[in-house]
């Protein structure tokens, strides 16, 4: 685990050298910096003397995610035609990489036109603390989205009253994946306690089957469970108040969630730490193991990478504890200060908070909307089930994608949940992650 620590820490570094003295980037360039590969085709796009560029820089690039940034540009040019769109995708860590290279031109005054980013603290404790941002109340009000998004969601990507960046999708971070044949095989129904769950385990274990696929070759995998496990235990108050630093890390509830996890990490695939999140719920899919939990990310890859059909092939549920409660994770795009042509920006902007923008791009990716006003019935059962979800339910910012904390904080326990994988020392995490807290949250 050391050594892959130490890898990627030197690849990130390689990434950002080679890209700071490049300048900006092409579309190609990003993606070549990160897999050492030809990008699509669809990357490799040059601009045209005299006419305004927009740069458009996120993490997007596997078929799903791409397929929905690829339709979001084509509306953007059909409205737009004169308009060169450079799309400066960083491939790879899941969204590791890219944050480096952003890191690395927004400190050196180079920022995109603009770039993805998580609504919650990866926004407004990086980018707006430190006056990178425009606020873009302004564009909220001509647009009318005061009442289209919903406000627990305008209030993650505002701060001090402004806002400062435009959600494109909402993802859920608290869902149990299910091979629908395997639990009709064995008479089983998805478990909506973790008592329900650790019967299910224990079925599954006794036939041989592996009851939960985990791929925690990056870190943040680990943590994603953990979070889910945390919301499942505390509830949604409690859970909430860890990361403002109303609720200590050596709460007994806090305790017991560590040894529900860590009773979970024993039903968990050998090969765990040689895998990543495909991995895992390629796991599920093929039947050689019967749940995953992850975000709905994976709803995308089981129907776009592997064809798969929801509710034939899969199922799906909310993770042990957690009905009712919706775990959100938002992509979102803002003005950064500084920028050629901000009016063009904002041009995006309004394509990328439209009912046909977001139609576009989430009927592709997997997600739902952002917008609570656009058609269910545009999107698949999973789709049009989350987007009710989605309306009804208590939400949620996740510590796993940056929006409940800030990123040294997440960066912590990422690392001591991936310890206690190994370890399983409930004592020594629980040390470490109140340390954390005390440090990086109730003196922030």
Not at 282 to 296: E, P, R, T, W
């Amino acid at each position: 685990m050391q050594r892959y620590r130490l890898l990627s820490g030197l690849l990130a570094f390689l990434i950002v050298t080679a890209l700071a003295a490049c300048g900006k980037p092409t579309a190609s360039t990003g993606s070549e910096a990160a897999d050492q590969k030809e990008p699509p085709a669809s990357e490799q796009t040059s601009t045209t003397p005299g006419k305004k560029t927009l740069e458009i820089f996120s993490w997007w690039t596997g078929a799903g995610e791409e397929a929905g940034l690829l339709a979001l540009i084509d509306l953007f040019k059909s409205k737009y035609p004169d308009v060169d769109v450079v799309n400066a995708a960083v491939a790879g860590g899941a969204g590791t990489n890219a944050k480096a290279v952003l890191a690395s031109r927004m400190q050196g005054g180079d920022p995109p036109s603009t770039f993805q980013v998580h609504g919650g603290a990866e926004l407004n404790d990086s980018w707006v603390a430190a006056g990178k941002m425009e606020p873009l109340n302004d564009l909220y009000e001509s647009e009318g989205w005061m009442d289209k998004f919903p406000k627990e969601l305008i209030d993650l990507v505002s701060k001090d009253g402004k806002i400062y960046s435009v959600p494109v999708n909402i993802h859920r971070g608290n869902v149990l994946w299910y091979n629908k044949a395997i639990f009709e095989e064995n008479g089983l129904t998805p478990p909506k306690t973790f008592d329900e769950f650790f019967s299910v385990a224990e079925t599954l274990k006794q036939k041989g089957i592996t009851p939960l696929a985990l791929g925690d070759k990056e870190p943040w995998t680990a943590a994603h469970l953990l979070e889910d496990v945390l919301l499942g235990t505390l509830g949604p108050d409690g859970y909430r108040a860890l990361w403002t630093g109303e609720k200590p890390f050596d709460d007994p509830d806090v305790r017991k969630a560590l040894e529900t996890f860590k009773r979970m990490l024993a039903y968990v695939n050998d090969d765990h730490a040689a895998r990543n999140w495909q991995d895992a719920a390629q796991l599920v899919a093929s039947g050689n193991a019967a749940m995953n939990i992850m975000g709905d990310w994976v709803k995308g890859y089981f129907t776009t990478d592997l064809k798969l059909k929801p509710n034939q092939d899969f199922g799906w549920a909310p993770t042990p504890g957690t009905e009712g409660v919706f775990v959100v994770v938002t992509d979102t795009f803002g003005l950064p200060k500084g920028v050629d042509h901000p009016e063009l920006v904002k041009d995006f902007l309004k394509v990328l908070g439209s009912v046909e923008g977001q139609t576009a791009f989430n009927v592709l990716k997997g997600s739902i909307p952002a917008r609570i006003d656009v058609d269910p019935q545009k999107f698949d059962v999973y789709g049009q089930a989350t987007i009710e979800d989605f309306k009804r339910s208590t939400l949620v910012p996740s510590l796993a994608h940056g929006s409940a904390a800030p990123e040294g904080f997440v960066t912590q326990v990422n690392q001591a949940v991936n310890v206690f994988v190994t370890t399983g020392d409930v004592e020594q995490v629980i040390r470490t992650l109140q340390t954390a807290q005390d440090t990086l949250i109730k003196k922030k």
